[in-house]
């Protein structure tokens, strides 16, 4: 795992700049399998309370085709909802639920093909207002030609802020050579 703690680049002499939107945080590429990663707020750049916005861009391979989920500050109650929109070419389904965890997408299984790989990128918007969080999200999913691709959005229903991120597979293993990568959005600091 790499995570970026050094002092932020669009802080010159104690005045902030207009630097570049997306500050890149922290990035876990697995070397070998692993039933989960954790992203956390810590100091320097990976301070999340200075950021409006957080990106999660994955691609996944398991070893069963499994749901991408994630937690928030370690919550594990019933306290988030969702609500999917996907399709795979000739047909679409909608879903929504309350549920446990917040529901990302879902991952490529191994027998689909050693080099197919799923992709998901999230956005988690105001990330430390007082109101509930919401996310959405974008996946595809290939399966040696064939697979899907969906839209889904997550509400938490807290007001805390958001300073901890399991991401994990919801049955199996991510595999090796599975890659999670987390950006911090900064507010604007001038006008056009």
Same mark, same amino acid.
């Not at 902030?16 to 590429?29: F, K, R, Y």
């Given at each position: 795992?790499?995570?970026? &703690?050094?002092?932020? =680049? +669009?802080?010159?002499? $104690?005045?902030? %700049?207009?630097?570049?939107?997306?500050?890149?945080?922290? /990035?876990?590429?697995?070397?070998?399998?692993?039933?989960?990663?954790?992203?956390?707020s810590s100091t320097g750049a990976n301070d999340w309370s200075q950021y409006m916005d957080l990106v999660i861009i994955g691609y996944c391979q398991s070893d069963t085709e499994t749901s991408v989920i994630a937690r928030y500050n370690n919550d594990t109650g019933t306290n988030y909802t969702y609500q999917e929109l996907y399709g795979d070419g000739s047909s679409?389904?909608?879903? &929504?639920?309350?549920? =446990? +965890?917040?529901?990302? $997408?879902?991952? %490529?299984?191994?027998?689909?093909?050693?080099?197919?790989? /799923?992709?998901?990128?999230?956005?988690?918007?105001?990330?430390?207002?007082?109101?509930?969080?919401?996310?959405?999200?974008?996946?595809?999913?290939?399966?040696?030609?064939?697979?899907?691709?969906?839209?889904?959005?997550?509400?938490?229903?807290?007001?805390?802020?958001?300073?901890?991120?399991?991401?994990?597979?919801?049955?199996?293993?991510?595999?090796?050579?599975?890659?999670?990568?987390?950006?911090?959005?900064?507010?604007?600091?001038?006008?056009?």
């Open positions: 795992m790499t995570v970026n &703690t050094d002092a932020p =680049a +669009y802080i010159v002499d $104690g005045v902030l %700049t207009d630097g570049e939107a997306w500050v890149a945080l922290q /990035s876990h590429v697995l070397s070998a399998d692993a039933t989960g990663v954790t992203f956390q679409v389904a909608g879903y &929504t639920a309350d549920v =446990a +965890y917040n529901f990302w $997408g879902y991952c %490529t299984k191994v027998a689909d093909g050693a080099n197919d790989f /799923s992709m998901f990128k999230v956005d988690l918007f105001d990330i430390n207002s007082g109101k509930y969080k919401t996310s959405a999200s974008q996946y595809a999913v290939d399966k040696s030609g064939s697979g899907y691709v969906g839209l889904l959005t997550s509400t938490w229903k807290s007001q805390a802020a958001i300073t901890e991120i399991d991401l994990l597979a919801w049955t199996g293993d991510w595999k090796d050579g599975s890659r999670f990568d987390l950006w911090g959005v900064l507010p604007r600091m001038v006008t056009a």
